[in-house]
Every structure is written in structure tokens, then in C-alpha cells.
């Protein structure tokens, strides 16, 4: 543990102006950081960005700007709901995709892995015989992560606070899509490579708007094509009252509505079908290439506390009761990748070549590997 540990703060480095994130150390190692901290910022030196690659960093942090600001539609619907949600969303995240644990089996021992969107951090510690670090944007994901002694921060996919070339490998399970615009996708990818070494993989998967079953796909809420432009489209977006949309009550089982299928749908393992078969269930034309979509998530009354966050939320009109279902009803924003977009987002990169790419449960995954 304490080699573990040592390891991954000797290469961790952060600049405060840069990337504004809050480090969430597991308890056991708070202590022997604190007592060690000089100690280990002055043999870590050598390893961190000097002053001018700082000053590169930043020069290229300011021409991406529009990637870096956060619109309001992943304020609204992606960050605060996840707060919200959290502990209840945790207790749905239990079990590994066979596909990202192959991967995560396969990488050499003694690989420092990065995942980007670490949620609750179930796939952290996957491999005994690697060490993991995992950051999320949620606050209160990370303390989920950090109370089970995992090595995790605060942070932001488009903005990753770790040195080029940090560690060997980094996955993105379910995050890209929660994205809102094209540049802020690319650039969320651009990082991953960013942070492994030459010759590291970079494992990401997104939701398909190629959905193997089509009847809970007409169960979200498509977002007009107005609304999209008001949110997602260029420019900041402005801040507008709760749309007046009317949201379908999606049992709290439906597999698409939990996320990942927490139930044996999700999570067996199958053949994959080939490349060039398209996955069931498409329909025409992917319902005229609807791909922003509201997806519901049901929060028990019993797991929503009394006069807290979910109060507030269906004050604010950000959630809904749903008295039938006995749940706060929260929409999460999420943008559906068709077949080949990932591809097309990592064909301007000159530093990185794909290595496999497939359609797994209702998802299209990219193997990335970093040539230079």
C-alpha cells in the first residue's frame, strides 16, 4: 500500500490554476501524506511540468476555451443530478462489463491506470497486480470511491490534471455521452491520450443510438431541435426556466434507464457481432437521427432524504415527484453516439491509431493506442 501509494503521488501533479480540482485522498494514506509532503513534492520534482511546459499547457488550455466551459445543460442535468443521485446510483454499480474487465485483466503488471469518470469505482482495483487512479466530477461519487480506500479526485474529462504521458493506460466507461457538444467530446478524448504514455490504450465506451432494444428508447424524452440549439448549439448557452416537456414515467427496472442493465442483460457475456453487421433493434434511420436525448432516473422516496438535496431539486424544478412510482424523478442529458462517430472524432489526432473497435450491449467501444 504505501509503494502504491508513494508511486502514484510522485507522478501525480496538479496546478492549481490550471485545472481547479480538489484531491480526495483515501483516509489511510492522509496522515502519511501530510507528514511526508515536502518530502515527496522534492523527489517528485524532476518528474513535473516544467515552468514552461506549464506555460505550453496553458497557452493551449486558453485556445480551447469553448471545450473547457461547462454549459448549463451538463450543469443542470449532468452534475447536479449525479449529486443527487449518488448513493443510490452506487448501489446499482456493482458489476464489471466483461469487456472492460478483459481489458483491464490484460494490461501488464505494475500499470498505472487512469479512469476518467470513475463514478462509484467499481472497476477500480479490478487488477490486483495494477494501480489505479480514478477521478469523477461528482463530489460525492469521489467520497463513495474514497471510503472504499480508493486513490481518487475531483475532476473534470475535458480538463484531466495529470502531467503528459502519466500513465500507462485509461479508460472512460459511460461518460463521453454525457458531453453536449462535439469539441467538448473530442477534446475529453484528446486528454485520455493525452495522459498515457507512448504506446499506452485508451479504453472508451458510449451509449449507441443504435439500441438493441428500440422500446426504451421511445421511452426518453428526445429534445426538440430548438432546445438542442439553445443548449448544446455554439456559443454559451443560456439559462432558461425548466423546459415545459412532458416526461414518461420509465419503471426504475428498465435497463436503459439505470444505465448501465444491472441485471443479467447488461452484464453477460456474449459474442460481439462483426464489425460490419448493424446492431439489432435499429430502426428506421435511428427515429430520423434523434440523438439528444432526457433520460429519467428514478429516486426512491425511501432513498431520497427528507428536506435535502431532492427537496430542493423538485422546488427548483429540476426533478419531479412521481407519486405512482413513489420517486423523484431526475432527467439526465445524454447525447447517443451513432456507428462510426467516435471514429470520426479521434480521425484528426495524428498521435493515435485505433487498435479495435465493436458494438457491445447497446454501446460502441474504441481501443486506442498512442503512437507518439
Not at 127 to 156: M, Q, W
Request: charged share 25%; with cysteine.
Amino acid at each position: 500500500m504505501l509503494i502504491s501509494f508513494l508511486r502514484a503521488r510522485t507522478r501525480f501533479y496538479q496546478d492549481k490554476e490550471g485545472f481547479q480540482s480538489s484531491v480526495i485522498c483515501s483516509r489511510s494514506h492522509l496522515r502519511l501524506f501530510s507528514s511526508m509532503r515536502e518530502e515527496i513534492q522534492e523527489s517528485a520534482l524532476p518528474h513535473l511540468r516544467t515552468s514552461g511546459s506549464v506555460a505550453e499547457h496553458r497557452d493551449k488550455k486558453s485556445s480551447s476555451t469553448n471545450a473547457q466551459f461547462t454549459p448549463e445543460i451538463e450543469k443542470k442535468y449532468v452534475h447536479r443530478v449525479y449529486d443527487a443521485i449518488a448513493p443510490h446510483f452506487s448501489s446499482t454499480r456493482f458489476a464489471k462489463w466483461p469487456k472492460v474487465a478483459a481489458f483491464l485483466k490484460s494490461l501488464p503488471a505494475g500499470s498505472l491506470i487512469l479512469d476518467a469518470g470513475c463514478g462509484n469505482g467499481k472497476y477500480l482495483g479490478l487488477n490486483p497486480d495494477c494501480y489505479f487512479i480514478g477521478c469523477d466530477i461528482s463530489a460525492p461519487l469521489t467520497k463513495i470511491c474514497a471510503d472504499r480506500d480508493h486513490e481518487v479526485l475531483v475532476a473534470d474529462a475535458v480538463n484531466l490534471p495529470y502531467r503528459t504521458g502519466f500513465g500507462d493506460a485509461a479508460i472512460s466507461i459511460a461518460v463521453l455521452h454525457h458531453l453536449s457538444t462535439e469539441y467538448r467530446r473530442k477534446k475529453a478524448i484528446e486528454e485520455l491520450v493525452r495522459v498515457v504514455k507512448r504506446g499506452g490504450l485508451v479504453l472508451i465506451t458510449v451509449w449507441a443510438a443504435e439500441q438493441e432494444d428500440q422500446s426504451l428508447v421511445i421511452k426518453w424524452t428526445p429534445l426538440a431541435h430548438k432546445y438542442v440549439e439553445e443548449w448544446v448549439g455554439p456559443g454559451s448557452p443560456r439559462v432558461r426556466s425548466t423546459p415545459s416537456l412532458t416526461l414518461e414515467s420509465i419503471p426504475e427496472t428498465d435497463d436503459r434507464v439505470l444505465g448501465e442493465n444491472v441485471g443479467n442483460s447488461k452484464d453477460d457475456s456474449h459474442e460481439l457481432p462483426e464489425r460490419s453487421s448493424h446492431p439489432a433493434g435499429q430502426t428506421e434511420n435511428n427515429n430520423n437521427n434523434q440523438q439528444e436525448y432526457f433520460v429519467p432516473w428514478h429516486l426512491p422516496y425511501h432513498r431520497a432524504e427528507v428536506g435535502g438535496a431532492s427537496t430542493c431539486a423538485v422546488e427548483s424544478g429540476l426533478a419531479k415527484k412521481d407519486d405512482k412510482k413513489g420517486a423523484v424523478v431526475y432527467n439526465r442529458y445524454y447525447h447517443v453516439f451513432s456507428e462510426g462517430e467516435l471514429e470520426r472524432l479521434v480521425s484528426g489526432m495524428n498521435n493515435v491509431t485505433v487498435v479495435d473497435r465493436f458494438f457491445d450491449k447497446s454501446n460502441w467501444c474504441i481501443i486506442l493506442e498512442k503512437t507518439c
